[in-house]
Structures are given as C-alpha cells and as structure tokens.
C-alpha cells in the first residue's frame, strides 16, 4: 500500500460500502473488472434504494393525495415521508419550500418561467438584467436565454480566469441595479470549481436581486445548508446522489412561493376551479401539477437516508482525499492537461482533462475497452471548451465508493492510450 493509500484508508469503509452497489461487481468486456468513473453524470444505486423501490410497487403502489382507500394513504405518506427527509437533509426551514420536479433542469426551468410570468417585484422583462456564468451546464443557461428572447431582458455573464474560476473582478459591472436573478453552480461539472458562494450572494443582496444556486454537483458530494447559502432558490437532482432518475428538487424561500405564479397547470396544483378562473394551492403543491414522480421522490428519501447513514461530511472528507490523489496522479501523465483548477482545493471531485493531440472520445473508447467507465465530450457546457480552445474533455469523476485502486487503473489505463495511439 502506498503512502497515499494509506492516507485514504479508515475516511470510510469503502469496501463495506461498495458491497450495497451491486453494479460495481459487475465485470465487463470478457472479464474485465467495472471501474466507473462517470459519477458526475449518474452516481449507482444502493440495495437500499432499490428495496424500497421495490417494496413500494409490491405493497403501496397507488396515486397520491386523491384517494381514502389504504394503498393510496401508505403511498401519499412515503411520498411526503420523502419531503420531510430531503427537507432535515437540505436543512430547509419548512418542508413546504421542498418542491419536487423531474430533475435540476426543470427546477431551473421552473424559476426561469415564474419570473417571467410573475408581478413586480419579481419580473424579469425589457428593463431589466439576469446573471449567469461562462461555467454553467447548458440547464442553466439556455433557460435563461429563452427568458432573455421572450422579455427582452439583458443577459450578462461572468467569465473565466486561465485556471479555471470565476473572474469576479468585476462583479460590480455585471451585478447591478437592474439585475433580477444572479443564477450560477455551486459546483462546476465540466471544470469541478467550487465557487465562492458568499461574494456573489453578498453583491446580489446589495441590489435586491434574486439568488438561485445549481447544487446538482454539490448535495451528492458534501453537507448542503440552503440556510446558511443566504440564496432564494437551491436546485438538485436524484440520480447523482444514489437515487433513481426522474426526480429533482427545487427549494425555495417560502415568502416567494407564496408570492410567485406556477409554472405548469393541472391537477392537484389548483384550489378551486371554474370555467372562468382558478385559484391555487398553497407551496409546495402549486408547483407540482398532475400526478408526480411518486415512486422516484420515495427513492430519494432512501437514498438520503443512505447517505445521512454515512454521513456527508465523510463523504465529503473521503472525496476530497481520492481527488488530491487523482490530481497527483494525473499530472504525472505526460501530456496529461487538467482543464480547471490544478488542485484538490477549491474543488469537486470531477476532474476534466485533455490528453496530448488524442481525441477525447478515443480516450474514453479505449479505457471502456478496458473496463473503466469516463465520461468524454463538452459535458453539457460547451461554452467552457470554447472558452479554452478544446473540442471536448475527457472527465473522471469520483463518489462515495471510489478507491485509489481505481485511481490507479485509470492511470493504468491512460498509459495504455498512450501506447495504442503511439
């Protein structure tokens, strides 16, 4: 065991951990053994999620909040079980500010369409501004864009420092009197920077703007208080974070929920109803019309409690580890270039590289020949390639039940690369 083997060894019993991941024995491509790599795009699934995926269809199985008979009570209460326990997991004041949307785009997309449609103070149009950044997922910046088309509002951008940051030099230019919405990542998923929340929520308060937060590559990896970010609106999604898909998250402050028009119409979202108006139900259930993802939100109360079993300030410690070891290892590839912040600090546990003049995608073909799962092409952010001059990365990213063996098949891996493309 290596000396940094032996500085991850005792973070978590990855081991014992790995044993609730069925896929991870898997093996693939005439024996060889999984190494999955492509975290930041879908983490796996525990036994312990998929048990009570499958309890629920076996025993509850029924439509929520519509009906008095027995199936439909137990299914309505692990349903809301679930927003109680994303809410205590979030730590959200209230459990009504928990909405729950297919996945972090429609959450975004959800605020971008109820401040179009909102009342002053709150709407977005020709006389005002909204605030993303170079680094965001294109789900937080083509909402935007359609947003910015309808109303004519302006839209501004921070860009990127050479390392990979945000260049906040002049946060005082981009942010202003006319902004509304200030809408960046907490966690880049191509570049893996960790942003610096306070400055920009600061200088968003200052000119009465709105603040919403992409968490999408921060509530899997580490503690997520939407108290202590100070912003109005936080977005996540289920199956980064050990839980199925066709579940999201959206938390909002309770006062603009209240005060906000909802985005989709239907069932269970309304009051009263007539041929002429409707009235609406209070936050959260205006926000969820028609029958939502009921089984996929009780998978997401599993995986919370999986992940608050362990822990996340573990997690968070063991992934910082395998990362510091990941960006050593990596840099000693020759030709190797990591395209963001250098280092472990500061930063998630994506790591996205180029490797010499290889493409990209025969990168990740040749180490899923291999057996080693990588995510390879702009990573739904185009605008970071076009920022740095690359077609396209290849990405490794790390979670829970990542080990420095795999670390080390990687690095295998890419040696071999390197000799196939000679």
């Not at 525990?46 to 137990?74: F, I, K, M, T």
């Not at 997991?89 to 605020?111: G, H, Q, Y």
Request: aromatic share 6%; with cysteine; proline share 5%.
């Amino acid at each position: 065991m290596t000396v940094a083997h032996q500085g991850l060894s005792g973070l978590l019993d990855t081991e014992a951990i790995r044993k609730d991941f069925p896929i991870l024995h898997r093996e693939i491509h005439d024996g060889r053994k999984l190494v999955y790599l492509d975290n930041a795009a879908t983490s796996q699934t525990p036994r312990q999620v998929l048990d009570v995926l499958s309890e629920y269809y076996e025993q509850h199985n029924a439509n929520v909040h519509r009906g008095v008979h027995v199936l439909a009570e137990e299914a309505t209460a692990l349903y809301e079980g679930s927003r109680d326990k994303v809410a205590a997991f979030i730590n959200a004041p209230s459990r009504d500010e928990v909405i729950f949307t297919k996945n972090a785009s429609e959450s975004l997309n959800l605020v971008a369409n109820m401040l179009g449609w909102a009342d002053e103070p709150y709407r977005v149009d020709a006389d005002t501004e909204i605030v993303i950044t170079e680094m965001e997922h294109h789900s937080n910046i083509v909402p935007w864009q359609l947003l910015s088309q309808r109303t004519g509002a302006k839209l501004k951008w921070f860009g990127l420092t050479d390392d990979g940051r945000l260049d906040l030099s002049d946060i005082d230019e981009v942010i202003t009197e006319k902004t509304k919405i200030v809408s960046f990542t907490l966690v880049s998923n191509l570049l893996g920077t960790l942003n610096p929340v306070e400055k920009i929520v600061r200088r968003a308060q200052q000119v009465g703007a709105l603040v919403l937060i992409d968490a999408s590559q921060a509530a899997p990896h580490m503690p997520l208080d939407v108290q202590a970010l100070q912003a109005d609106f936080v977005a996540f999604t289920g199956h980064k974070m050990c839980g199925p898909t066709g579940i999201g998250v959206l938390w909002g402050r309770q006062e603009l929920l209240e005060d906000l028009p909802p985005f989709l119409g239907g069932g269970e979202m309304i009051e009263t109803v007539s041929m002429h108006s409707s009235t609406y139900a209070p936050a959260p259930y205006k926000f969820e019309a028609g029958t939502p993802p009921i089984s996929q939100a009780i998978g997401l109360g599993a995986a919370v409690d999986y992940l608050s079993s362990i822990g996340m300030e573990k997690i968070a410690a063991h992934e910082h580890a395998i990362t510091e070891y990941a960006v050593e290892r990596l840099l000693q590839v020759p030709g190797l270039r990591i395209i963001g912040p250098a280092s472990a600090e500061d930063r998630g546990a994506a790591i996205s590289f180029t490797l010499g003049d290889i493409h990209p995608h025969d990168v990740g073909q040749v180490l899923d020949e291999q057996g080693i799962a990588v995510r390879v092409g702009h990573h739904c952010a185009r605008p970071v390639c076009l920022r740095y001059g690359i077609p396209a990365t290849t990405r490794a990213s790390f979670y829970l039940y990542s080990t420095p063996a795999e670390v080390d098949a990687l690095v295998d891996g890419l040696e071999h690369v390197r000799n196939f493309f000679g």
